[in-house]
Nanobody, 123 residues
Framework: QVQLVESGGGLVQAGGSLRLSCAAS????????MAWYRQALGKQRELVAA???????TYADSVKGRFTISRDNAKNTVYLQMDSLKPEDTAVYYC?????????????????WGQGTQVTVSS
């Protein structure tokens, strides 16, 4: 199947920046949408940003103007540039992707999640 590996989380002061990366590996045939979600302690997982294979993007209202999602299709990688970080951005950030995977005899759908990376913003 397809594995997603995130990197780039960490501890940063309010107003600072972080860049998350998520690379897909496996028998990827095509990746459609790629997205970032986050889950703060005691809260439900929420969509942060998503990007289509053609580059269309959408953002949660809480991050518009501060976060930028992008992707490198040649590397099967999605990025999340996070600027002007606030303490309320503290959460575990998860990468998500869906598309088609090449099997031994056919192409089939996949949907995968990364393991999550912690982002902590101190005030």
């Amino acid at each position: 199947q397809v594995q997603l590996v995130e990197s780039g989380g960490g501890l940063v002061q309010a107003g600072g920046s972080l860049r998350l990366s998520c690379a897909a590996s496996g028998n990827v045939f095509v990746i459609n949408a790629m997205a970032w979600y986050r889950q703060a302690l005691g809260k439900q997982r929420e969509l942060v940003a998503a990007i289509s294979s053609g580059g269309n993007t959408t953002y949660a209202d809480s991050v518009k103007g501060r976060f930028t999602i992008s992707r490198d299709n040649a590397k099967n990688t999605v990025y999340l540039q996070m600027d002007s970080l606030k303490p309320e951005d503290t959460a575990v950030y998860y990468c998500n992707a869906d598309g088609l995977v090449l099997g031994p005899s056919r192409v089939s759908d996949f949907g995968s999640w990364g393991q999550g990376t912690q982002v902590t913003v101190s005030s």
